[in-house]
């Protein structure tokens, strides 16, 4: 398999560490995984699903107490505490390996070691990852074929003495009082302990190609972002790419796989999908910035997915598909989750497997009450979504027009404004804010500051990310235009007034139209925002073009009020943050405060 010295001490000592009864290589093949589904289901880890209605699909509940990332004990372990800033939780390496290593040793007695080669990003291209993950668990395996790509090429690519990213996982006794999610960014190493939920055990992804990679690119001269990226097909053919940064669960995934609204469709409109949750983005030789997406599949969020609000989900899903914490239906043998449809199964079983009483569902206790729990999720190979990109596989990427970054907020933020300059784009990005979701534990609804999306993701000081972000600026002769959208404004009765999901897809023309200079805008105290007259209302219902002029509002108290709450965060983070986003934030203020 490989001659990597290195490689191969590695996993000796984790083996004698965690101690497990077998070793076992994933090669990649159909055959090996069959076997482990075969296995998952004889021990009860996962459920196989009716294969007519829904073929080679799966169902897992993971432990009660581990659903979604856990932010408070998730670390960035630096030799030096302000590498990893104030923003991050922080533990000294040599004692977090100590520490963590208690917690393996042993834990793998009685279980399998697996070892998993796999890439992040197109093997071979030059702008792949390598990561080796170490396992006990088969539902990692099998979710860790679906999201990267998996093989012994990835090995004969490090060769001898190739680079590769380092993660441990076990599950040990999924104590949630000693669960840890370690990123060791000077060592290339991951450790991750007593979870089982995805983005606390898919090291591949948040874990590698979001906080190392975000540090890999500082060092490098690229981005990590937590982005989607999506190609608008013109009628004429022409197709320009956009790339979109939302906290967990405000959007990614329904904004990258958008169906048009019929009156666009009909005149030869396509949305395509080049990713749904991460972006790595570069330079390119023509002074571009060119976006590939790492992963090789989409780990989504399942309630609210619908034939309506998106189909290409939905049937994206339908085969080859793990489902995560959702509802049983027991008649059929399928699932159901709050959302997909006005028919919940009679004879079900809820995300915790217990019988389930739709009738008793409380939307105020959603958690306690759902047949699936909020985070519940699928995983689905992008090779089966109906408008995957033909780039998809562009070892190069996609040449990236216009960045979008949003969030959800209830007032405060319009529709979409577009920022006036890279710097001021940085810093519009820089001030993100975002309700937050079931998608990371703890409340849910609160606002909190959520910079470019990445506040859980950037492996490294916030300040530094920014300055970054400000440097890179510098790098790219033809930089894309920065924009901010909320799809989340409501009205009196708490209701979203936008109507969303497709019909985003008017409010992407405007952005378009902007890149190319076709469109004209007013300059406002926070950046360019449409006339409304531009944001086509034709063919939607209960839409006039007051409701775009009042969804277009800047209110100037509740943004003076946002000023002072972004102030105290950039002290948050600390000395750090670059000067000239302190100047952005004071001219912004003093816009605001001679606006009428
Ligand atoms: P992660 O996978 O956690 O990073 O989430 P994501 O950003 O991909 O979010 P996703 O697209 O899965 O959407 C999360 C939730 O937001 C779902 O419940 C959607 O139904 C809802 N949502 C997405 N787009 C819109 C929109 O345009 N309007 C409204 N009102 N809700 C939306
Ligand atoms: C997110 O929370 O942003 C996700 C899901 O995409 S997870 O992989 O669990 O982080
Ligand atoms: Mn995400």
Redesign the pocket.
Known sequence: MTNNKHLLSWIDEMAALCQPDQLVWIDGSEEQAEKLRAEACSTGEMIKLNEEKLPNCYLHRTAVNDVARVEGRTFICTRKKEDAGNINNWIEPQECYERLSKLYRGAMKGRTMYIIPYSMGIVGSDFAKYGIELTDSIYVVLNMLIMTRVGFDVLDDIGEDGDFIKGLHSKATLDENNRYICHFPEDNTIWSVNSGYGGNVLLGKKCFALRIASWLGRLEGWMAEHMLILGVEYPDGDVKYISAA?P????????AMLIPPEIYRNKGFKVWTVG??IAWLRVGADGRLYAVNPENGF???A??TNEH?NPNALHTCMRDAIFTNVCHNLDDNTVWWE?LDNNPPHNAENWRGEIWDYTKYDKADKVGTSGAHPNSRFTAKATNCPCLSKEFNNPAGVPISAIVFGGRRARTAPLVYQSTSWQNGAFVGSIMASETTA?ASGAVGGVRRDPMAMRPFVGYDMGDYFAHWLEMGKKIPNAPKIFHVN??RTDENGD?IWP??GE?FRVLLWILARCEGKVDADLTAIGYVPKAEDINIEGLDGITEDTIRDLLTVDKESWLADVENIREFYEMIGERVPAELKEELAGLKERLTEME
């Open positions: 939302f967990s669960a405000c959007g990614k995934t329904n904004l749904d949750d780990f989504g969020v309630p609210g609000s959302g998608a799809w989340f979203f969303g999901y985003n």
